[in-house]
Structures are given as structure tokens and as C-alpha cells.
Nanobody, 119 residues
């Protein structure tokens, strides 16, 4: 089994910054793409940013220029640096990792971390 543990969420004022972390542990063969998603109540979970094991990343238009994804392959950890936060960024953030065992890939999710942007 693989566990993803997120941290770094919390309360921040508009314009502030937070850095989320997500560490994968357990029976890991090879971690491929890791990503961050968010889901507001009553809405579908949306992709914020993803990054491959080779460091190729992409992000949603709504966060470009404000959020930056990175990863440490040695630690199987992905980060999301969030700057210039807005109230509309308030929601639960989830990380996801695709883990490969031979030719079979499996997606694992973290438990979510709450980000609240409010004055």
C-alpha cells in the first residue's frame, strides 16, 4: 500500500503565501506523475498542477503565475508553492500520485488539506 500525507494548509490573509507538501510512503516501486487538485463544495475536483518524474510540469490557467509545483524524487515528495492567494482559492487541496509496479499503474490520493484565504 501507498500513503500520501499532505501538510502545510491553514489560514492565510489575501495576498499571502502557503507551501503545501505531500509525501508518498509505503510499498513504492516507481512514482510517476504527481499532482495537486482542489475541490470546492458541490464542485468537481479540478487539477491545479502536475509534474512528471522528469520535472515537466503544467498548471491550470487560474493559478499560473501564482502557484508553482515542484518535487523531490529522492523523498517522493511534491510541493505546491502558493503565492498571491485569493479568497476564491479557499477549499480543500488534494495530492495524487501515480505509482507503477511493472506495467501496472495505480493512482493514490492524499486525505486533503484545508486552505482558507480570509482577512
Amino acid at each position: 500500500q501507498v500513503q500520501l500525507v499532505e501538510s502545510g494548509g491553514g489560514l492565510v490573509q489575501p495576498g499571502g503565501s502557503l507551501r503545501l507538501s505531500c509525501a508518498a510512503s509505503g510499498s513504492i516501486s516507481r512514482v510517476d506523475v504527481m499532482g495537486w487538485y482542489r475541490q470546492a463544495p458541490g464542485k468537481q475536483r479540478e487539477l491545479i498542477a502536475s509534474i512528471s518524474s522528469g520535472g515537466i510540469s503544467n498548471g491550470a490557467e487560474s493559478v499560473k503565475g501564482r502557484f508553482t509545483i515542484s518535487r523531490d524524487n529522492a523523498k517522493n515528495t511534491v510541493y505546491l508553492q502558493m503565492n498571491s492567494l485569493k479568497p476564491e482559492d479557499t477549499t480543500v487541496y488534494y495530492c495524487k500520485a501515480r505509482v507503477w509496479y511493472g506495467s501496472s499503474g495505480y493512482d493514490y490520493w492524499g486525505q486533503g488539506t484545508q486552505v482558507t484565504v480570509s482577512s
